[in-house]
């Protein structure tokens, strides 16, 4: 087996990006790079202009531009841990920030090896994002179907509220819909036209979507 890979995985919110990059990671010994989970830590500091200027965005459902997101990215990509490969989660969302993420890729010697890209129904994303709620506390994840609480309302790790991110409701989640629908159908076809894009039902369960990477993993290896 090859000692790791150069990722990313892409889809429109509530595909399952996260948990399908947590499994990769483990699998191939890779860092799980969430763009998402770095600008929730920007967050929490309200004191720097640059987590105003993004918690505007967030706030509203938006993109956060493409400048502030590749300088994120670039110095995320020249720490010592993705030597051997990594998955960017939620990276790159525009074809702007394709072709940046190229160029990062280029200064630093490396290439992308796949773009998996889930590809999810209205359905499966309003039902998998509106039922999803957040520990206040230790910001552990559940399911009010999949994967409850053992006490409504109440974190199973620390006890701490759970509460549901403004960002899982629904009219936010139609808006954030809509924008990654017009800001990333092309970046699928860029993706494409490198022919290393992979598309799978994100509608399908978790472990058939990974044992489908995986397979394809293999079948580039062998190819390679």
Do not use: W
Not at 182 to 205: A, H, M, P
Request: hydrophobic share 30%.
């Amino acid at each position: 087996m090859k000692s790791g890979y150069n990722l990313i995985i892409m889809g429109p919110p509530g595909a399952g990006k996260g948990t399908q990059a947590d499994l990769l990671a483990k699998r191939y010994k890779i860092p799980h790079i969430s763009t998402g989970d770095m600008f929730r830590e920007i967050l929490k500091d309200n004191q720097s202009q640059l987590s105003q200027e993004i918690k505007v965005y967030v706030q509203k459902g938006e993109l956060v531009p493409d400048n502030l997101v590749l300088e994120m990215v670039r110095t995320r990509l020249q720490e010592n841990d993705v030597k051997n490969g990594f998955i960017l989660d939620g990276f790159p969302r525009t074809k702007i920030q394709a072709e940046g993420l190229d160029e990062i890729l280029k200064v630093l010697n490396k290439q992308l090896d796949l773009a998996i890209y889930l590809k999810t129904s209205y359905e499966t994303i309003l039902d998998r994002l509106t039922g999803r709620r957040v520990c206040l506390h230790c910001g552990a994840n559940y399911h009010i179907k999949y994967s409850p609480p053992k006490e409504e309302g109440i974190c199973d790790r620390c006890g701490g509220e759970l509460y549901q991110r403004e960002d899982d409701k629904e009219e936010t989640i139609r808006k954030r819909l809509e924008i990654y629908e017009t800001q990333t159908r092309e970046i699928i076809d860029y993706y494409r036209n490198k022919n290393i894009l992979f598309t799978i039902s994100g509608d399908l369960s978790a472990k058939d979507i990974f044992k489908k990477v995986e397979e394809k993993l293999t079948e580039l290896e062998q190819v390679n």
